[in-house]
């Protein structure tokens, strides 16, 4: 078996990519490494947040998913991280990162908002990937 399959296996286990058992395998999203750097994610932090972009919109930057909810609501996830509208329009918006949901689709201003949103985790809860955890 290969070291990519087995790190995937591990991944799926777990709900989440491991940095240690993936440290050596090639990157799921190569494409948006720079860019990822350039918004302010690390080298180190790239790998899980490639896994992420990858479990989440299988790389592309249009992909939008739409949630029905019990309650009635109907939500929607936006772009390579699959940033939830209903949950973070109004923390994007108060820090000028988008005004509307559609601007999501944007690499750039997606992979902004995901830095945003990592930031905010590691800040308020000591955790930076809680908002891309399976639950």
């Not at 990519?17 to 999203?29: E, G, I, R, S, V």
């Not at 991280?81 to 329009?89: A, C, E, G, L, P």
């Given at each position: 078996?290969?070291?990519?399959?087995?790190?995937?296996?591990?991944?799926?286990?777990?709900?989440?990519?491991?940095?240690?058992a993936t440290?050596?395998?090639?990157?799921?999203?190569?494409?948006?490494?720079?860019?990822?750097?350039?918004v302010?994610?690390?080298s180190?932090q790239?790998?899980?947040?490639?896994?992420?972009?990858w479990?989440?919109?299988?790389?592309?930057p249009?992909?939008?998913?739409?949630?029905?909810?019990?309650d009635g609501?109907?939500?929607?996830?936006?772009?390579?991280?699959?940033?939830?509208?209903?949950s973070?329009?109004?923390?994007?918006?108060?820090?000028?990162?988008?005004?509307?949901?559609?601007?999501?689709?944007?690499?750039?201003?997606?992979?902004?908002a995901?830095?945003?949103?990592?930031?905010y985790?590691?800040d308020?809860?000591?955790?930076?990937?809680?908002?891309w955890?399976k639950?």
């Amino acid at each position: 078996m290969s070291k990519r399959i087995i790190g995937f296996a591990l991944a799926v286990a777990l709900g989440f990519a491991p940095t240690a058992a993936t440290a050596n395998t090639q990157l799921l999203c190569p494409q948006w490494q720079r860019l990822a750097q350039r918004v302010g994610f690390s080298s180190s932090q790239y790998r899980q947040l490639d896994y992420i972009i990858w479990r989440e919109s299988r790389c592309a930057p249009k992909a939008v998913n739409t949630n029905f909810h019990q309650d009635g609501r109907v939500t929607k996830d936006w772009g390579l991280t699959q940033v939830n509208d209903f949950s973070w329009i109004t923390f994007l918006r108060n820090r000028n990162i988008v005004t509307k949901s559609s601007e999501l689709l944007s690499p750039v201003k997606n992979l902004k908002a995901a830095k945003a949103l990592f930031d905010y985790s590691q800040d308020r809860h000591g955790d930076p990937w809680l908002q891309w955890r399976k639950k």
